[in-house]
């Protein structure tokens, strides 16, 4: 744990939210294990399917994931919003990890060491920045906000009123005839 404090800390700032950005965030342990593997058994797919394509594209509004290898295409969009606890994770074999997108495995960058960790870190600030900014505390301050702006609104139609001395018609009138 507190070594994940410690890479928290050396994030980089995130890029502003109109700005969209793409990865290649393909391992280079799957194709290895998978055409070993395949080769090995007599399994030729195992071996084509090993040589994938794997992006991730932030966008304004949701991350999209989309993995291609020969027998197949995939492509996963997320909204930031739905992302759950995106953090760095280290997996068994000591490679750093992006952890907590929804729907798809934990993503490890190249060799997934210490060369490809500042780009972790990157992506890691900026699906951080964009889910706290789109997901529910997000939501929560644009509520905020337009309450506020609803108060403010409802003031200056109620100075105006005044002004013009226009009776409030949420009253009923016998409470105004009292006043």
Partial sequence: MALMKQLEARMPA???PEVEKSYDVKSNWE???LGCIGLTFCFPCMACCAMQE???RLE???VYVTSKNICDQRNHR?????LAGVGIGKNCCGCYTITGLAHVPE???GWGGE??????LEIVANLKARQKARGDTGQIQRSEEALQRVIRMEQKVDAIMKHLNIADPTVAPSVVEMM
Avoid: D, R, V
Wanted: proline share 19%; with cysteine.
């Fill in 14 to 16: 995130p890029l502003p």
């Fill in 31 to 33: 194709p290895f294990c």
């Fill in 54 to 56: 794997l992006t991730l």
């Fill in 60 to 62: 304004a509004e949701e």
């Fill in 78 to 82: 997320l909204p930031y919003g739905e």
């Fill in 107 to 109: 993503i490890s960058p």
């Fill in 115 to 120: 060369e490809e960790l500042e780009e972790i």
